[in-house]
């Protein structure tokens, strides 16, 4: 796949056949991310977490401090 599929997709400039939407969708979920259908919020996409991760995220968030950025490790 050619990297101006995806830069002409991820800019509207052009909608890439649904077999290379399909392949992407592949892709990018065996890095790790999870596709949200449609459910009264909106449709989305996050990224996995493994137990261990969620509860050291939370722990993180939950323990105050400063106000900043909401980048997690």
Do not use: W, Y
Request: cysteine-free.
């Amino acid at each position: 796949m050619d990297e101006t599929v995806i830069h002409d997709f991820e800019r509207k400039l052009q909608k890439p056949p649904e077999a290379t939407i399909g392949e992407l969708e592949v892709a990018l979920e065996l890095l790790g991310a999870v596709f949200i259908d449609e459910n009264g919020g909106g449709i989305g996409v996050r990224l996995k977490f493994t137990e261990s991760e969620a509860k050291r995220i939370a722990r993180l968030e939950g323990e105050g401090g400063i106000v900043a950025n909401d980048r997690v490790p």
